[in-house]
């Protein structure tokens, strides 16, 4: 079977929805020895942005949104070890996070996603999250996108918080903060200090390519 | 010129498209209220004791002189008698923080409970109590959350959601028994006198799940149910949807409701504005609530929300009056009128002021 075949293969169980070939295919590419990331860019990556277009062409619903990105994590889970260190030396940190007081969680998790779709290396620290338990990630980990999310008014404050934290931490030079959900608005970010407010997490993700 | 109405008479006429005084005007303010009861009535207090919760809507028409009266307390409450583990901090919108679905043979576990026990009794009570105390005076319509609402409540949406594509079957017995809960508990909450009851189906949403999703998981047969057991009842049909891209075709024509409730968000393209919902027909055969961002009520000022109000009137006029409608419109506030510490009582009577003023229908 050649590299393209397998590429295909990686692509097709993400679209299809199909974790047990995700990883049945990713054991090809190790077996084969290809490049890892040739294979997550070249796959499983490809097989997630034509999901991410779909579901924003209300083609598919987020069900096979999430089953898919399932499908693509599975693949994932054995390729991203084999990569070797010096190859995500270049790759960007990336933490996610929906502020404290704040449950919504589905929009985070696509943005999470489509981030790892994108190459970055993503540390999701979940939804309800304290503003100090985000800056010391972003301290800790040397993070150097923090996307923030929330669908609810009364914990937008928490973002302002936490970039708050970031500049008395010295951090927030180092970190491009991105935010968004529906009740954020691009001059609510230029008001908190963020870098970005996006509508939707491929463009956010197209944004930060651009960067 | 109408005379002047009763906000009971308001309502009836509203929900008759007949002309009104002024148009109907209900932001929904729920939790909000414990702030007009004497002293200091904490979130948890107003969440658990059913006897200052009916007195805090009770106070609520007391102030504003609301045409109608939507008893909502939270979106946990079905959900926690299923044993979802609920978070109550002293100030804050109880919510689920725990689920009780962990494999496949989990949702086989759902079973309806006896409704009058536990939070949903809870509710029952307070209905009496509201109905007791407003009858005749406003229109109560009690909230309940629907039976897919429930069972994301209950199971975690994320989780639901993928089980739903992969294997469905335990999913559709889980919702069998949702919806069950769901009748039993319109049937008590009828037996309280009160005169609608309001569903919310908030996952007939375009950006979560299509047509085809959604009547398979809650339109055609779950809904059908809990619909018809409103119907059986007597009482009116609402439903609430606070999403951004409502399934209105289904919710609205394909349900024949009474009410629907609507939110609207600006930023995202397609969600629909109160002069599209009601030139599109939807106004034709129910009555449209919507749609003053509830944000507003928190960041905004007394003047920022009287002119949005006046505005909305003014739109909803212009377009009741192409469609050649007298009224099916009450001015509303999309979603829950946020219940913090921060947000300000004043700018509810900014929107009741603002409807005097300009809210004279046809
Ligand atoms: C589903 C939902 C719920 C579910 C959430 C399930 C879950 N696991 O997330 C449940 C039922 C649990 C729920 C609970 C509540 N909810 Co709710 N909920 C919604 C609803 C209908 C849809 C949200 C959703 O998931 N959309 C689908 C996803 C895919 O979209 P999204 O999150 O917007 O994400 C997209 C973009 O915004 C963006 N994005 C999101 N985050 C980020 C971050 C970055 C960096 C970027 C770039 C982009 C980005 O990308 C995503 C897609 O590409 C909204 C209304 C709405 N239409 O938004 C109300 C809404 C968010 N809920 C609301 C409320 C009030 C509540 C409750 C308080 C209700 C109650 N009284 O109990 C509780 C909250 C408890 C708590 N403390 O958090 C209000 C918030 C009002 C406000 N402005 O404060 C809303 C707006 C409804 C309304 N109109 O009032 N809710």
Redesign the interface.
């Given at each position: 079977m050649s590299k393209e075949e397998i590429f295909e293969e990686l692509a097709n169980a993400v679209i299809n929805?199909k974790a047990d070939l995700s990883k049945a295919a990713a054991e090809k590419v190790l077996a084969e020895g290809i490049n890892p990331v040739d294979a997550i860019n070249e796959g499983l990556v490809k097989g997630m942005n034509v999901i991410g277009d779909k579901y924003a062409a209300?083609q598919?619903?987020?069900?096979?949104v999430?089953?898919a990105a399932?499908a693509m994590y599975a693949g994932l889970d054995l390729l991203l070890p084999a990569i070797p260190k010096e190859d995500l030396a270049d790759a960007k940190k990336a933490a996610t996070a929906v502020v404290e007081?704040d449950?919504h969680?589905?929009g985070k998790?696509i943005v999470k996603t489509m981030l790892t779709a994108g190459g970055y290396i993503v540390n999701d620290l979940g939804k309800?999250v304290a503003p100090s338990k985000i800056a010391e990630t972003v301290k800790g980990e040397g993070i150097d996108i923090l996307c923030l999310s929330t669908l609810m008014?009364?914990t937008m404050d928490n973002m302002k918080n936490t970039i708050d934290l970031l500049k008395e931490q010295g951090t927030r030079g180092n970190c491009t903060v991105t935010i968004g959900g529906?009740?954020t608005?691009p001059s609510f970010a230029e008001e908190i200090g963020a870098d970005h407010r996006d509508?939707n997490a491929q463009d956010c993700v197209n944004w930060l390519k651009g960067q | 010129m109408v005379a002047p109405m009763t906000p009971y008479e308001r309502a009836i006429a509203t929900l008759n498209n007949e002309p009104v005084d002024e148009y109907a005007a209900y932001p929904l303010v729920c939790g909000l209220q414990r702030r007009l009861l004497p002293g200091t009535v904490t979130y948890k207090q107003w969440a658990t004791d059913s006897n200052l919760c009916a007195q805090s809507y009770i106070e609520g028409f007391n102030k504003w002189k609301f045409p109608f009266t939507v008893t909502l307390e939270d979106l946990s409450v079905t959900a926690h008698d299923l044993g979802a583990n609920v978070r109550m901090d002293k100030e804050n919108t109880p919510f689920v923080d725990g689920h009780i679905i962990h494999d496949m043979e989990d949702y086989d576990k759902i079973q309806a409970p006896d409704v009058t026990q536990g939070r949903t009794g809870h509710l029952i009570r307070m209905n009496h109590k509201v109905v007791e105390g407003l009858k005749d005076k406003s229109f109560v319509i009690a909230f309940l959350e629907g039976p897919l609402l429930t069972l994301s409540q209950s199971a975690g949406a994320e989780r639901l959601f993928m089980d739903m594509f992969t294997d469905p079957a335990p999913v559709h017995r889980a919702l069998e028994q949702t919806t069950k809960m769901c009748c039993d508990a319109v049937d008590k909450i009828a037996e309280a006198g009160v005169q609608g009851m309001c569903w919310d189906y908030l996952w007939g949403n375009y950006t979560v799940l299509g047509d085809k999703e959604y009547a398979e998981f809650e339109g055609d047969k779950y809904a059908k149910a809990t619909n018809e057991a409103t119907r059986r009842n007597g009482l009116g049909l609402g439903i609430h949807n606070c999403a951004d891209m409502p399934h209105l075709d289904t919710q609205i024509n394909k349900f024949g409701v009474d009410v629907y409730s609507l939110a609207y968000y600006p930023l995202a393209e397609a969600s629909p504005n109160m002069t599209k919902v009601i030139e599109d027909g939807y106004a034709d055969k129910c009555t449209i609530f919507g749609n003053i961002d509830p944000q507003m009520f928190m960041r905004n000022t007394y003047e920022q929300v009287y002119e949005t109000t006046m505005n909305l009137c003014q739109e909803a006029k212009t377009a009741l009056c192409k469609r050649g409608l007298n009224t099916h419109f009450c001015v509303s506030s999309g979603c829950e009128v946020p219940p913090d510490l921060e947000c300000h009582i004043d700018n509810v009577t900014a929107v009741m002021d603002a409807v005097h003023k300009f809210g004279a229908g046809q």
């Open positions: 929805c209300h598919i619903y987020l069900p096979q999430l089953v399932h007081g449950v969680d589905i998790n309800d008014t009364p529906p009740p608005s509508n | -």
